[in-house]
Structures are given as C-alpha cells and as structure tokens.
Nanobody
Framework: QVQLVESGGGLVQPGGSLRLSCAAS????????MGWYRQAPGKQRELVAS???????YYLDSVKGRFTVSRDNAKNTVFLQMNSLKPEDTAVYYC???????????????WGQGTQVTVSS
C-alpha cells in the first residue's frame, strides 16, 4: 500500500504565501514524477506543477514565476511554494506521484486526499 499525505493548505490573503507538502510512504521502489493538481468548484482538475526524479519541472502558465515545485528524494516528499497568491488560485490541491511499488511492477499513479487553499481578503 502507498499513501500520500498532504499538509499546508489554508486561508491566505491575496499576495500572501503558502507552502504545501506531500509525503509518500509505504511500498515504494522508485518515484518518477511528483506533482500538484488543483480543482476549483465547477472546473476540471488541472496540473499546476510537477518535478521528475532528475529535477525537470513543469508549470502551468498562470503560476509561472509565482509557484516553485521541489522535492526531497530521500524522504519521498514534494513541496509547492506558492507566492503572490491570487483569488483565482483558490482550489483543492492534490498531490500526485507516479511510482513503482517493486522493481518489476509498472508505474502507477497515486493521489493525496487533497488540501484546501483559499485566497481571499
């Protein structure tokens, strides 16, 4: 079994900052990409940022320059530093990991439970 546990969401004023964390635990052989998705009410889930095991990153255009994704491979943890937050960043943020449970298994996607981020004055 694999678990992804998120932390760090909350309420923040526009222009403020939050840092999300997500730790993967359980039967893990290797983790390829880890990332963050978000889903706002009435909208589809979208990929916000991701990072591979070698450090290659991807960012949604609307968060470039404001959000930074990083990871600690030794601790199977991914972070999302969110600065200059805007009301349109309000959503439930989900951690995702593409990982192999054993040397011989294929790569599967695992999800965290989601953490609410609300940007409002």
């Amino acid at each position: 079994q694999v678990q992804l546990v998120e932390s760090g969401g909350g309420l923040v004023q526009p222009g403020g900052s939050l840092r999300l964390s997500c730790a993967a635990s359980g039967s893990i052989f290797s983790i390829n990409a880890m990332g963050w998705y978000r889903q706002a009410p009435g909208k589809q889930r979208e990929l916000v940022a991701s990072i591979t095991s070698t450090g290659s990153t991807y960012y949604l255009d609307s968060v470039k320059g404001r959000f930074t994704v990083s990871r600690d491979n030794a601790k199977n943890t991914v972070f999302l530093q969110m600065n200059s937050l805007k009301p349109e960043d309000t959503a439930v943020y989900y951690c995702n990991a593409a990982l192999k449970s054993t040397r011989y298994s294929g790569s599967d996607d695992y999800w965290g439970q989601g953490t609410q981020v609300t940007v409002s004055s």
